[in-house]
């Protein structure tokens, strides 16, 4: 597929992270991009702090990206992706936690793949995943870290952008725009807007 590879690593349990990526899936329509997943973890971010920024103290975050680093590990990029489009939609769309066997046997990926979610078999997957989007930019960020490779083949990496709205149609695109514009910049570091809103895919 020709256009720009798109890299991001995202956690599938952050509300916000899935609204960058319904972002993204837009910006395919209008700009040549494609979109390439990568998982990252939340749990490992903030490993070895004192306090609890995602309020987890059981290690539910772990679950998921437990799931989707092995589904992205054994079954590759496209079945990511739509385990990611559909897990999205039922979690962070709908409110709801899914059957996960039901949900991987309707992708057609293995129903037993779900019991990786309790067992720490799979964390080297997703502490190498992670590492690799962390190392773009530093620990200091969250999730989701995007990264591209710009005409002068130099790699630009960043965190967010972090929208409370999903920009549809042309409005995804000049948001790619200025994104790219911005974090291309020599030097360039960080942009803030307002206090997060609650995020809204509608």
């Known amino acids: ?41 939340l749990a490992v971010l903030n490993e070895g702090r004192d306090d609890d920024p995602e309020g987890d103290p059981e290690g539910w975050l772990w679950q998921p990206v437990r ?8 079954y ?4 990511l992706a739509a385990l990611y489009r559909s897990y999205g939609e039922a979690v962070h769309e709908r409110g709801e936690w899914p059957d996960v066997p039901g949900l991987l046997a309707r992708l057609g990926l293995p129903a037993d793949l779900a019991a990786v979610m309790g067992s720490a078999g799979s964390d080297d997957v997703v502490r190498a995943s992670h590492a690799a989007g962390v190392r773009l930019v530093g620990p200091h960020v969250g999730t989701p870290i995007v990264a ?30 200025g994104t790219l514009l911005v974090t291309a910049t020599e030097g360039f570091h960080e942009l803030k807007g307002r206090p997060h809103a609650e995020p809204r895919t509608g």
């Open 67 to 74: 799931l989707f680093a092995v589904v992205g590990e054994r």
């Open 1 to 41: 597929m020709d256009g720009v590879v798109v890299d991001c690593w995202f956690d599938p349990s952050c509300p916000y992270t899935w609204l960058t990526a319904c972002w993204l899936r837009e910006v395919e329509q209008v700009r040549p991009v494609r979109a390439r997943w990568h998982v990252m973890s």
């Open 148 to 177: 591209v490779e710009g005409p002068d083949a130099r790699r630009t990496a960043w965190f967010g952008p972090v929208v409370s709205r999903v920009p549809r149609g042309e409005a995804a695109g000049r948001l790619w725009d």
């Open 76 to 79: 590759g990029q496209d079945s």
